[in-house]
């Protein structure tokens, strides 16, 4: 005699994984900044000074990125801020970029479309 299927395990409380992508130029002075390095970070509750350790990331050789974000939770908008790091007269310096939104989608397959934002940044 069959043993029945156990039922599936309850779904996590805090959500399933959820998308987003943000794209553009960093330029400075107006002209693309190429190998521009960034940190992006993701606020669900409103935009805040950025914390934690993500990962720099590396612009091509016109400034132009694209950064999808990836995160376990539910559905929501959130707001982006970027930090950009540069050299200033030989010293070494960032800016933050704050307050972008962006709506997070859940991933319901390889054929789900992410929101995206375009946020060009500008030094100085």
Not at 99 to 108: E, I, Q
């Amino acid at each position: 005699m069959e043993q029945p299927l156990p039922p599936p395990p309850p779904s996590p409380s805090f959500g399933s994984t959820v998308i987003g992508v943000a794209y553009g130029q960093i330029t400075r002075t107006g002209e693309p900044l190429a190998a521009a390095k960034y940190r992006t970070w993701a606020h669900t509750n409103e935009c805040a000074t950025p914390t934690g350790g993500e990962p720099v990331n590396t612009a091509d050789s016109l400034g132009r990125y694209r950064k999808e974000l990836e995160f376990l939770g539910r559905p929501a908008t959130v707001c982006l801020t970027f930090r950009l790091y540069y050299d200033d007269d030989g010293e070494a310096d960032s800016l933050d970029v704050a307050g972008t939104k962006l709506m997070m989608k859940a991933r319901s397959g390889p054929s789900t479309v992410p929101d995206s934002v375009r946020v060009d940044m500008d030094i100085p």
